[in-house]
């Protein structure tokens, strides 16, 4: 190989990459500030979280639907207004002012108690909610059950309804011409307990004031949650994935252009005075290939290093293997420009199919969103494409915290995937000028 | 058409796209210090041909000898002792004058101090040293048509291969990019030089090749190509009175001796096969319709007219 020839066109290709200063803002300001803003989206950091609106229409009004009312505005997790009634409710959901409404239905209070011991129809608690915000509702319906569990239950076991409940079910049982005598002489004497239980927690001191029963059915658990990343502490980053992603795509963004380059040196005649010199053509294209590749990786360190010194993203796991991913990713960049000038005709054509290509691979290559978030089979199906493999690498890497065993399959995988792309290249090229 | 000469030679070069064949078992030869116009209309196959003497396309039959030893694909360095000036500005407009010829220097092995004054000397060629610094996008059409030039000849190569240098440059940038070659033909360089501008063949080169749809039709010096093809001498009048109709201008045209005629802005152009036994007869015509002259020239046989003889159409016809 001409050395000499190859380093001066990698040198006039960085020349003419700094010599637009546009082109090198848009190549570098472009992703941190895309990665600036999805990271913050999805940063994760609950305890900075809002507190979920909610409203409540109590149609009810009795002493229960009050009480749990009373347990959710005193949630932390959430931000509960009373308003008038179900339609109320609904117009202010339907207006995005709330994420969910509960409507407490009449005769909430008494029906939940009778449906707690008998087979009485069970009040039905409607939970409106905003269709965009699916994940709090299901927060606001666990919050939800809980409060009414607790309050229910206490009610059936220790409060002046539950008694009469109680009595009413015993009495029932004791008539019912279709239970097994074995069964009522069972489910009486539970009834019977049940009542004895009732009456001693109704004397000032009783059962309900130590616990037990009487101070109803509590969740037998409690929940911690613990995001799982690199070691125990370190909490999750967003901007760590959310740089990978966009480095990712602007490296190929900025490869595209490498590519149309030579479309755009192929018009203008410069092609022809390249092509006359005596260098063999494939140092011409190793040359692009090899420069597109510096700034690749140029991109890549500018955006991650800015993530780190702004945004906290750290290498958690190994710093060889990050760097061997960078490495492999411009590598397959540069290899993509130069097959992008193999296959293109005009630049403009080129350019724009090659854009809509770059961010169909970003997207599904889990640029944007986790591909964990994929359907499995599309999850599946994504682990084709390139981007797929570096942007799970450098998870790995990075908010994972995983050893080099992690980086490497996805530096191979890139590496194959910039050889395909170089045969391609080779195969499709138009050598000769007419 | 045996080449004559050792520098740049072509033997029976076709090339063939599809059903279209470019360039048709051309023949030609370059000696030192000669220049050798290339004259063809668009379409004719000039740029074709240029492409295969500097090694861009291969040939399907016939062989180009740079300095006597056959130019192969899988030697590119024997394309050292060729310059090529494409018909394209193949400049980076980005960069400046001396960072694009440094590039192309390069390129042709040049490093260091000999880098340095190749770009120096190329730059002081072309008269553009003082801009050696300014980007390219700074410069007018003619200036960079001369460093066109220039990034083409950094490497002081023995043969130039000029495609249409001259394209869209003013009258005053065209003289000096005329100068330049002379300068180089003086010092020993062969060049080809491609164009359908017959003014610019005629003045400019030693010898010239017509050539039309891929195949060469006539090879010689200017006089000689019209002596060979008795092209017809040209007379040029201005008309300060004339009668009113065109029958003035049939009885001119019915004149024997006389080719054609056309009439134009108070100027009328006769083709005639020979000036000194038929000038006289178009004069008494003229004098006979009472046709008045306030000047007279004729000019010998062109290119222009001995394109016509040969193709049958006008050189920039499309």
Same mark, same amino acid.
């Given at each position: 190989?001409?050395?000499?020839? /190859?380093?001066a ?8 990459f700094?010599?637009d ?17 999805f990271?913050?989206?999805?940063s ?8 979920i ?8 009004g009795?002493?229960l ?6 347990r ?6 959430l ?7 179900a339609?109320?409710?609904? !117009?202010?959901?339907?207006k ?10 009449k005769?909430f ?18 939970l409106?909610?905003d269709?965009?915000?699916g ?9 939800l059950?809980?409060?009414?569990m607790e ?5 059936? /076991?220790?409060g ?12 029932r049982?004791?008539?019912?011409p ?24 109704a ?5 309900g004031a130590?616990g037990?029963p009487?101070g ?11 995001? +799982? *990343? ?6 999750y980053?967003?901007?760590a994935?959310? /740089?990978?992603?966009?480095?990712v795509q602007?490296?190929?963004m900025a ?8 479309l ?8 022809r005075r ?29 955006c991650m ?18 760097l061997?991913?960078?490495a ?9 420009g ?6 293109g005709?005009t630049?403009?054509?080129?350019r ?6 770059v ?14 978030l994929?359907?499995?089979? =599309?999850n599946?199906a *994504?682990l084709?494409l390139?981007?797929r493999?570096?942007?799970d690498g450098?998870d790995? +890497? ?5 050893g080099?065993?992690?980086a490497?399959p ?25 | ?6 520098a ?23 000696a030192?210090?000669?220049?050798l ?7 004719a196959?000039k740029?074709?041909t240029?492409?295969?003497?500097a090694? =861009?396309?291969a040939?399907?039959?016939g062989?180009?000898?740079l ?6 694909e899988d030697r ?11 018909q394209?500005?193949?400049l @980076? !407009? ?9 590039l192309?220097?390069?390129? @042709? ?10 770009v !120096?000397?190329?730059?002081r ?6 801009r050696?610094?300014h980007k390219v ?10 460093l ?6 950094l ?11 001259t +394209?869209?440059v003013?009258?005053?940038?065209r003289?000096a990019?005329?100068a ?7 010092r020993?360089?062969?060049?080809? @030089?491609?164009t ?7 003045? =400019?080169?030693?010898?010239?090749v017509?050539?039309?749809h ?12 019209s002596?060979? =093809?008795?092209?017809?001498?040209r ?7 004339a ?27 006769a ?5 000194t036994?038929h000038?006289p ?16 020239s ?6 222009e ?8 159409r ?5």
């Open positions: 190989m001409n050395a000499r020839a /190859f380093s066109l990698v040198r006039k290709d960085l020349a003419l700094f010599s200063r546009r082109a090198v803002l848009l190549s570098l300001a472009a992703p941190i500030a895309i990665a600036a803003f990271g913050f989206l999805f994760g950091s609950s305890s900075e979280s809002a507190p609106a909610l409203l409540v229409a109590d149609e009810d009795g002493p639907s009050r009480e749990i009312a009373a959710l505005s005193a949630d932390a997790a931000s509960v207004r009373a308003v008038s009634g339609s109320e409710a609904r !117009e202010e959901v339907r995005g002012k709330a994420a969910a409404a509960v409507v407490f239905p005769d209070s008494g029906g939940a108690v009778k449906a707690f011991f008998g087979r009485e129809a069970r009040p039905e608690l409607r409106l909610h269709p965009t915000r994940a709090e509702a299901a927060m606001v319906r666990g919050i059950t809980q409060h009414v309050v229910v239950s206490r009610e059936a /076991f220790s002046p309804q539950g008694r009469i409940v109680a009595e009413e079910s015993l009495s049982v004791q008539s019912d279709n239970l097994p005598e074995r069964d009522r002489k069972v489910l009486s004497d539970l009834l019977r307990s049940v009542i004895s239980w009732q009456d001693r927690a004397q000032p001191g009783g059962e130590s037990g009487a109803g059915l509590r969740v037998p658990f409690t929940t911690t949650l613990e995001p +799982v *990343t690199s070691r125990k502490g370190v909490s980053n967003g901007y994935h959310s /740089f990978a992603g966009m480095a602007f490296i190929l490869a595209i252009e490498f590519g149309v380059g030579i755009v040196e192929r018009r203008s005649g410069i092609w390249l092509r006359a010199a005596p260098v063999r053509p494939g140092v011409l294209l190793l040359s692009r290939g090899a420069s597109g590749a510096l700034l690749s990786l140029l991109i890549f360190l500018v290093g800015f993530g780190m010194a702004v945004f906290g993203v750290r290498i958690r796991g190994s710093a060889a293997g990050f061997a991913l960078g492999a990713y411009s590598v397959m960049a540069g290899a993509f130069v097959m992008l000038a193999a296959l005709r630049p403009e054509a080129t724009g199919l090659a854009i809509f290509a961010l169909l691979l970003v997207m599904l290559g889990g640029g944007w969103v986790p591909a964990i994929f359907p499995a089979w =599309l599946r *994504t084709a390139p981007t493999w570096a942007v450098l790995a +890497v990075t908010w994972r915290g995983l080099l065993g992690s490497l996805a530096a191979g995988v890139l590496l194959a995937f910039a050889l395909l792309f170089s045969l391609v290249a080779a195969w499709r090229f138009r050598w000769e000028e007419a | 058409m045996e080449p004559r000469a050792t740049l030679a072509a033997k029976g070069l076709t090339k063939t796209y599809g059903n279209l064949t470019a360039v048709d078992g051309v023949s030609l030869g370059l030192p210090g000669e220049i116009g290339l004259l063809g209309p668009n379409g196959g740029t074709t240029v492409s295969l003497l090694g =861009l396309t040939p399907d039959a062989e180009v000898l300095g006597g030893e056959v130019l192969r590119p360095e024997a394309k050292g002792s060729l310059g090529l000036v494409p394209e500005l193949a @980076y !407009e980005a960069l400046s004058a001396e960072e694009n010829l440094r192309f220097g390069a390129l @042709y092995g040049l490093a260091g101090k000999a880098l340095t004054a190749a !120096e000397r190329g730059l060629f072309v008269g553009l040293w003082d050696a610094g996008r700074t410069f007018s059409g003619g200036m960079k048509r001369r066109n030039l220039a990034a083409g000849l490497h002081d190569p023995a043969v130039l291969l000029l495609d249409e240098p +394209v869209g003013d009258p005053q940038s003289n990019i005329f330049l070659l002379e300068d180089l033909k003086s020993g360089k062969a060049l080809l @030089y491609t359908h501008y017959m003014e610019e063949a005629e003045r =400019l080169c030693d010898r010239i017509i050539m039309d891929g195949r060469i039709l006539a090879e010689g010096t200017a006089a000689s190509l002596e060979k =093809l008795a092209a017809p001498a007379l040029c009048a201005q008309i300060s009175g009668p009113e109709g065109s029958a003035w201008i049939e009885e001119v045209r019915s004149v024997p001796g006389v080719r054609g005629v056309s009439w134009e802005n108070g100027r009328l152009v083709d005639l096969a020979d000036v036994a000038l007869g178009v004069l008494e015509a003229l004098r006979a319709r009472g046709v008045r002259l306030s000047s007279l004729t000019e010998g046989p062109g290119l007219a001995v394109f016509l003889a040969l193709t049958g006008e050189l920039r016809d499309p």
